[in-house]
């Protein structure tokens, strides 16, 4: 079984100020692990995920995430907030072969200026 | 031109109206995705196909069907729709030959069951 929590339904930050959203994991495999990003009336985009590869994953538009076995987390991270990084943010997780990506239940950032 | 096209992207229907979502890619992928997607509950899985004769439940099946018309085609059908049905629907594809399965999204549909 594999599950996902996010922590905080709901992100606030200043401009310029760093993003934090938090992603915990659980998976009885080693997982696949990504952070998709929902723009208003949008579809959901791939932002970057995790492969087994580095343990620093880089994705677009500035965003990263490091994987921690240790802590079972894969916290998605950006130094300096830009307005349009204002949207709803999905971790999900997959357990290799395993077709099943579940998902956590998103966490919405608002930048205010 | 987008890789996963959805139609249509909004739909108003009433109770007991029979009907279709569809879902066409471009990617050459063998694997297609039905999720619905609910304010504070994420996105989940209806029903997935790894191939055209191959048709599996998800976690919410019940009221809904499918058809996996070609590679490129996968529908959703609600044969009765009812209120609570109302939602953003997704279709995604994957292909695990990339040895991770990654899943990319269609831009979905949003229904309304009046």
């Known amino acids: 079984a594999q599950s996902v929590t996010q922590l905080g339904s709901h992100v606030s930050v200043s401009e310029g100020a760093l993003v934090l959203l938090r992603c915990n994991y659980s998976s009885s495999v080693p997982p696949y692990l990504f952070w998709y990003v929902q723009y208003p009336n949008q579809g959901l985009q791939l932002l970057l995920k995790y492969t087994s590869a580095a343990t620093l994953v880089k994705g677009i538009n500035g965003f990263e995430a490091e994987f921690k076995k240790s802590e079972t987390s894969f916290h998605l991270t950006k130094p300096s907030a830009h307005m349009s990084d204002a949207a709803e943010y999905f971790c999900a997780v997959s357990g290799g072969s395993n077709y099943k990506l579940t998902f956590g239940k998103g966490t919405l950032l608002t930048v205010n200026p | 031109d987008a890789d996963v096209t959805q139609t249509p992207r909004n739909r108003i229907t009433k109770t007991g109206k029979r009907i279709m979502l569809e879902c066409s890619q471009t990617k050459g992928h063998d694997r297609m995705y039905w999720y619905r997607q609910d304010p504070g509950l994420g996105l989940r899985l209806i029903y997935y196909?790894?191939?055209?004769?191959?048709?599996n439940k998800g976690e919410i099946s019940d009221g809904y069907s499918v058809s996996r018309q070609a590679q490129a085609k996968f529908s959703l059908s609600l044969e009765s729709a009812i209120p609570n049905q109302t939602a953003l629907y997704f279709c995604?594809?994957?292909?695990?030959?990339?040895?991770?399965?990654?899943?990319?999204f269609g831009p979905g549909t949003r229904l309304t069951v009046l």
């Open positions: 995604a594809t994957s292909d695990f030959t990339d040895g991770t399965d990654t899943q990319y």
């Open positions: 196909s790894f191939d055209v004769k191959d048709i």
